[in-house]
């Protein structure tokens, strides 16, 4: 068992909450059963995990996990150790660091793709990946300051979206139009473009989702081939940016299962 804060497994998986040492090493933290499993359940392999043999003992997901994880590099360690890795209050007994994908040179053909542009909140993007994945998008791309999609926040709140959906990041507007060529490009605003549901997303489309409080960028505008705008009867200005993503790629989705049954 490690017991040591200073022990170098233990120092290297701490240095995975700095986005730079993410970037260098090119892994990323998973924290917690769920989440682990997860990841493990879509084929990923973890380069180190550090687990609290009696934390995972204790619940039924936990014990089915350590079987799991037998096969990979595991380590005891203990349970201060594990609270030192830790971004939650309450350390969820195991944290594994994943590699991060490499990033795909193109786009496969046809579905939906939603452009994070400038998105900072990690919650919102990681809701809006986790929604992506759920809704069957073809890929999620950001622009350079979006949040880092493998922030622990935003992993959290993909809940495994990191492992079953292509990422595209940090990526230059001119870079961006290009790899969208062939595709129809919508700009979510909160007000003046057409209703979502009056969009064809049943053909290849990408949707920009602009920053939360400054909004879409000129590039964004100037790349965009129309706007798009969820009807609010009520007096809100806006909606926040996950649940506006969300409410347009559930509208996608329903497009396209009607017309795979027409």
Request: proline share 6%; aromatic share 6%; hydrophobic share 45%.
């Amino acid at each position: 068992m490690i017991t040591s804060r200073d022990n170098p497994k233990v120092k290297w998986m701490r240095s995975l909450q700095d986005s730079r040492a993410r970037r260098q090493e090119r892994c990323f933290l998973v924290e917690g059963v769920i989440l682990v499993a997860d990841a493990l359940a879509a084929g990923a392999e973890p380069r180190l995990v550090l687990y609290d043999i009696g934390a995972l003992q204790a619940s039924r997901r936990g014990r089915a996990l350590l079987d799991d994880i037998g096969r990979f590099n595991g380590e005891d360690v203990s349970a201060s150790v594990l609270q030192s890795i830790s971004e939650t209050v309450t350390p969820q007994g195991i944290v594994a660091a994943f590699p991060i994908a490499p990033t795909p040179a193109t786009l496969p053909a046809g579905g939906l793709v939603v452009v994070l542009d400038g998105l900072r909140d990690p919650g919102n993007v990681g809701t809006i990946l986790r929604s992506a994945e759920a809704g069957g998008c073809t890929a999620i791309v950001t622009t350079s300051d979006t949040v880092d999609l493998y922030s622990p926040k935003v992993v959290r709140a993909a809940m495994g979206a990191h492992f079953r959906l292509p990422l595209v990041y940090d990526l230059a507007w001119s870079s961006l139009a290009t790899m969208l060529r062939g595709r129809a490009i919508y700009l979510a605003e909160a007000r003046g473009g057409v209703p979502y549901y009056d969009v064809d997303w049943t053909q290849p489309a990408a949707l920009i989702i602009g920053n939360e409080t400054e909004g879409p960028r000129p590039e964004a505008r100037r790349c965009a081939m129309g706007r798009v705008s969820i009807p609010m009867p009520g007096r809100a200005e806006s909606l926040n940016a996950a649940i506006a993503a969300s409410v347009i790629i559930f509208e996608a989705v329903r497009q396209q299962q009607m017309h795979k049954g027409a």
